[in-house]
């Protein structure tokens, strides 16, 4: 009993200081839980809204339609191809194509949906890895401080950033690889010992720039530029042959992919840059399109406020490292190459994202509505997707207070302009486009569909003229060429010659909106455009001086007659076709250059044709017509046959 009485009674004392400890324990992790806490919860709240706001504004653009024309005729046997029978690349990014096709093939599910599903995924991942990045810039969730969602905020309450999160288009494949690259980098600059699968992941996906859009590679090559003059791991190998795979390395795909592009294509870049003419240069139109972004939003206040923020948050960073002991001080703080840091990424990335709005601005911007700068707006925000903000320490002077204060204070700010801009309506022309050439791409296509999520072929149906193309086409068995009239009941259809083949000489449309017209019809049906996204014909003719931004060719439909051989004469052709320019436009059609362009992409894809293509591509790419047939005469020097004949 007294044994026992004795154990009672020892227990509480034996007890009491494993509480203690305990507690003791659990207050000195609380800062650290409540800052990784804060951090997860942050990075999980604004996931979750950019996924809703996504959600709600869900929709696939005409353009994304485009793509899944191409990933049809991948499926079906017929190639990479818009067309079948014609290589023409009409999608700016070979690697969003891929994926849709892979996603595609793997699920057999409807390809709207494929595109959906995965441009949603890729968004949030994106801003998943960007703010993983920048916490890996400011150190990480560590006691004393919260790392709070700042750039990323700014970047998802921009209503053109949710619109193309479900567009269809490439908009989403371009920041998630923004995303992993910045994570990627931020790694390689603070880790410690660098392994060599680690670094070749990273050059390869760094080397990816050129397929997932060709002015990515301005940032891509910037990077490999890096990684490649910086100090190599030491390793059994040297760092001469560590240098020769990097470049192996980030060369596989986009080099590989470049010859089979020059070959089957006939040309080193997308089609779309030549029918859009990347090169070519509208400063002032580019001014334009950054300030219609800019401007509505009041975009410039969170980017001003987010700059103050980080310039007095590295003040207050610099002060404490002054005092602080060696061993307190960062990894990199004393190393005499500079080029594997953190300063060194943000340097690119900024450096990166500047030269891409110059690009940008330098081309015009685009068409579409804040589209085109939303890859340069997240670059510039990667840095400070995350912000951290210090808890006040008890004792602390005025002026230690007011480098806490002021970036919660800018970040407070920063949080309620968010709330005002993501409901924030940029332009009122609805279903019309303004003086500008630059709409709403969304809201356009929401109106003139009629439906608040269009993202089935069949939405657009219900878009003028789209119901009355499928009837005239199923009513015309024989095959045709259509051609828009003014009304949106009817098209014009010119027929083809007789003798009429056995099942007739199929179908060819002739119209601007390619995706929902393509992707309404089997892939039997021709599809071109006026523009020359999908028609090289049109792609090469000169550019309109005064045409609106990205829609500024314009092939007259005479061209298009004569080139799918349908019949030239009244009363058969369409009433405006004039039988004079049919003429001239037939023998324009006969110059010799011209029609080498034209076999480029239709001739049978031989290993003869394929060198021949390789090496004739940069001459192809700069080669252009006149869409007036009679000048196009004079400039291949080529006799018209309208011309009236001299007298003798």
């Not at 009485?5 to 004392?13: C, Q, R």
Request: net charge positive.
């Amino acid at each position: 009993m007294v044994v026992a009485g004795n154990k009672h009674e020892d227990a509480p004392t034996t007890a009491l200081p494993v509480g203690a400890a305990l507690r003791r324990a659990l207050a000195e992790r609380r800062p650290s839980l409540l800052s990784r806490a804060t951090f997860v919860g942050g990075v999980t709240l604004t996931v979750v809204l950019f996924g809703i706001g996504s959600w709600q504004r869900r929709w696939i653009a005409d353009d994304g339609l485009i793509v899944l024309r191409t990933v049809r005729n991948l499926l079906a046997g017929n190639g990479p191809v818009f067309n079948a029978g014609e290589r023409v690349e009409t999608n700016t990014s070979a690697a969003w194509t891929y994926v849709i096709w892979f996603f595609g093939w793997l699920t057999h599910a409807r390809l709207e949906y494929v595109s959906l599903a995965v441009a949603l995924a890729l968004s949030l991942l994106a801003i998943v890895f960007a703010m993983l990045g920048s916490a890996r810039l400011w150190g990480g969730a560590r006691a004393g401080r919260l790392l709070v969602p700042a750039g990323a905020l700014v970047y998802i309450a921009v209503p053109p950033a949710r619109d193309y999160a479900t567009s269809g288009l490439e908009n989403c494949l371009v920041i998630f690889w923004l995303g992993v690259l910045w994570w990627g980098l931020i790694r390689w600059s603070q880790a410690e010992k660098v392994r060599l699968p680690g670094l070749f992941g990273l050059v390869f996906w760094a080397g990816l720039c050129w397929v997932i859009r060709p002015e990515m590679t301005i940032l891509g090559g910037l990077a490999l530029l890096l990684i490649f003059c910086a100090p190599m791991p030491r390793t059994r190998l040297a760092p001469l042959v560590i240098r020769a795979l990097i470049v192996v390395v980030a060369g596989l795909v986009p080099v590989g992919y470049q010859i089979w592009r020059m070959g089957y294509y006939g040309l080193p870049y997308p089609n779309t840059a030549v029918a859009k003419e990347a090169g070519g240069a509208k400063w002032a139109q580019g001014f334009t399109y950054l300030w219609d972004l800019v401007g509505p939003y009041y975009l410039w206040v969170p980017l001003l406020l987010l700059v103050v923020a980080t310039a007095v948050l590295l003040r207050a960073g610099r002060e404490r490292d002054a005092v602080s002991e060696p061993g307190e001080r960062p990894r990199w703080w004393s190393r005499r190459d500079r080029l594997r840091s953190p300063a060194a990424v943000v340097t690119l990335l900024l450096v990166g994202g500047v030269l891409l709005v110059a690009f940008n601005l330098r081309v015009g911007g685009d068409f579409m509505h804040g589209r085109m700068l939303l890859p340069q707006l997240f670059i510039l925000l990667l840095p400070v997707s995350v912000l951290p903000i210090r808890l006040p320490a008890r004792g602390a002077s005025r002026r230690q207070a007011l480098l806490v204060a002021v970036p919660l204070a800018a970040w407070v700010i920063a949080v309620g302009w968010a709330l005002v801009a993501a409901n924030t309506t940029a332009t009122n022309a609805g279903s019309s486009i303004s003086a500008s050439g630059i709409v709403d791409e969304r809201v356009y296509y929401v109106l003139n569909s009629g439906h608040d999520h269009p993202v089935l072929a069949e939405d657009y149906l219900d878009y003028p003229r789209m119901r009355a193309m499928v009837r005239d086409i199923a009513q015309t068995p024989d095959g045709g060429l259509l051609l828009n009239s003014p009304s949106f009941m009817m098209w014009y259809v010119a027929p083809p010659p007789l003798p009429i083949p056995d099942g007739g000489a199929g179908h060819t449309v002739y119209f601007l909106n390619l995706g929902m017209t393509s992707m309404n019809v089997p892939l039997s049906v021709r599809v071109i455009d006026q523009e020359g996204l999908a028609y090289p014909l049109a792609a090469h003719t000169d550019r309109l001086a005064d045409g609106r931004i990205g829609h500024d060719k314009n092939l007259y439909p005479d061209w298009v007659l004569v080139d799918t051989g349908m019949v030239d004469r009244h009363p058969w052709m369409p009433w405006f076709l004039d039988e004079k320019w049919v003429t001239q436009a037939r023998t324009a059609l006969s110059c010799p250059e011209t029609q080498d362009l034209l076999a480029s992409s239709r001739a049978p894809l031989t290993r003869d044709r394929f060198r021949h293509n390789v090496i004739q591509s940069l001459h192809f790419a700069k080669y252009r017509i006149d869409r007036v047939p009679k000048y196009e005469i004079q400039r291949c020097h080529l006799v018209d046959p309208t011309a009236p004949v001299a007298p003798n």
